[in-house]
């Protein structure tokens, strides 16, 4: 979980959430929710972000994975944090590393009530805030 600032006079939560299968292959698939922290201490989903870590191994010659950066940034300089999707992919078939594809920059605005696709195509990243994401998260019983 990350705190966040959408505006100087509201505050957000980040959440990354992840599940990972293991076997003979691997199977992992992320998320990521975004929330307004209210003044009363309730938290309202403003975004969701599904599927922003994909990753697959069939075989020892066939990958695929997925992955994005999440970043704040206010793109246009009205004081509100936009979120920024940056998308990657790195794929392997039949043993063969295949070419990624470039991926547009995804845009999500405020509304005042919840972020929503923007219609901005371009964004400059250079004062971009990264957004934090679990790296590995290992789930066990509590020492009794």
Do not use: C, W
């Not at 400059?124 to 066990?140: D, F, K, M």
């Amino acid at each position: 979980m990350t705190p966040f600032s959408i505006d100087a006079k509201r505050s957000g939560l980040h959440v990354n959430a992840y599940s990972e299968i293991s076997g003979s292959g691997a199977i992992l698939h992320a998320f990521d929710l975004f929330f307004e922290l209210q003044d009363t201490g309730t938290l309202i989903q403003v975004l969701l972000l599904p599927r922003t870590t994909e990753r697959g191994r069939l075989n020892a010659g066939n990958y695929k994975a997925e992955d994005s950066s999440i970043f704040l940034v206010d793109a246009n300089g009205d004081g509100i944090q936009e979120i920024v999707v940056q998308r990657r992919r790195d794929e392997i078939v039949d043993g063969r590393r295949v070419r990624p594809p470039v991926f547009p920059l995804q845009v999500y605005a405020f509304d005042g009530s919840e972020y929503r696709p923007s219609t901005a195509t371009r964004v400059v990243l250079a004062n971009r805030q990264p957004l934090e994401r679990a790296a590995s998260v290992e789930v066990g019983t509590a020492p009794r």
